[in-house]
């Protein structure tokens, strides 16, 4: 969850950095649909940027695309799924029953990291209809240079 600039920085350095036939592979938050009212993802920004204290500004699995093939790299796979970060089954299947438990007792421990989850959870269900997770793993072409 970064600014936009700070994405297309990392993607470009991740592109110079590949040897040619390299992949590149990121999982990320994204708005849906493609065509999403301007308005509800602008929303969604302030919203999780004014909630979280961080500059965030997701963007559509459109757009991350033309973020990774701006920079040569080649999309090779693309896969959505369900916005289901910080719910506990999740949180379960990600992390593992003693991962689980860690970070249960981190946010129980930490108040302020407890208000970001609680937030960021409440955020992800308020726009379930418009946010997903993404993965995108792009390939840097054979002919390309280091």
Same mark, same amino acid.
């Given at each position: ?5 700070? /994405? ?106 407890? *208000? ?22 792009? /390939? /840097?072409?054979?002919?390309? *240079?280091?």
């Amino acid at each position: 969850m970064q600014m936009v600039g700070v /994405k297309s920085r990392i993607v470009a350095e991740a592109a110079r950095l590949l040897k040619a036939g390299g992949r590149y592979g990121i999982h990320e938050l994204c708005l849906v649909p493609d065509d999403i009212d301007p308005g509800i993802g602008e929303e969604i920004a302030r919203e999780l940027s004014r909630d979280i204290h961080v500059g965030v500004r997701p963007l559509t699995v459109g757009e991350w695309r033309e973020l990774l093939t701006g920079t040569s790299l080649a999309v090779v796979h693309e896969h959505r799924a369900a916005m289901h970060l910080l719910e506990p089954a999740r949180v379960l299947q990600d992390e593992g029953f003693l991962g689980a438990i860690r970070f249960a007792w981190n946010v129980v421990r930490n108040s302020e990291a407890r *208000r970001r989850v609680f937030t960021m959870r409440r955020i992800f269900r308020k726009y379930r209809c418009h946010l997903a997770a993404v993965v995108l793993v792009a /390939k /840097k072409p054979i002919g390309s *240079r280091q």
